[in-house]
């Protein structure tokens, strides 16, 4: 491993512990995703037909849940506290460098969607879900998609606004998008505001990891969305990124 990696490497380590040792992250992370996997496993979603078995309908969406926290909620409030702080700035100055530190974080967020995915798979798995296995190599693309896109949004609110203003910006955005971007409804279930949903970075997740895990198959419209909005985000905060 080069040096320049092995740097990486070691900042990813440390973000992830931060990560995951964090009372408020750890809440946010497994806790609350895992409640309503329980939740909705159990009761349904009011007012939405789910197709097939409940379980198996509702646990795709969150995990697509789990990964919208950790990629972007979570990676927006840190970074833009780090960089009121000038932890960023500090940061890119040492022989981690800026691509260090983005590389870094960017390894960390996959480190702790791993456990989220382990943790909150096998409560899935113990509560009845039955995900196709045909189609695990497809969900895990959409993964590291829904991550790339999601990390690229957080960094692009957390380098252009105040923290204060990322920490209620990115937490309105999870809420409405829990609501109304068909993470966990599926966005044929939403009527004519699906269309608008299937075209959202969360609305294509969770689609996407529904029609990997239940159908075995690939959506290749959510695909599409994934890679557009990466692209889309991540030059925007090639841009216009501040790091102090």
Known sequence: MSTAASRAVAQARFDARIMLRNGEQLLLTLI??????????????????????RIDAVAPGVLALAVMYSAFTGQAIGTGFDRRHGVLRMLGTTPLGRGGLLAGRMLAVLVVEGVQMVVLGGLALG??????PGGLPWAVLFVVLGTFSFVALGLLLAGTLRAEAVLAGANLAWVLLLAGGGVVVPTGEMGGWGSVARRLPSGALGDGLRAALQDGRADGVAIAVLVAWTAVATAMATRYFRWD
């Open 32 to 53: 609350l995703p895992a409640l309503l996997l329980i939740a909705l496993g159990r009761f349904g979603i009011p007012g939405v037909t789910l197709p097939g078995r």
């Open 127 to 132: 509560l009845g879900w039955r995900p196709e």
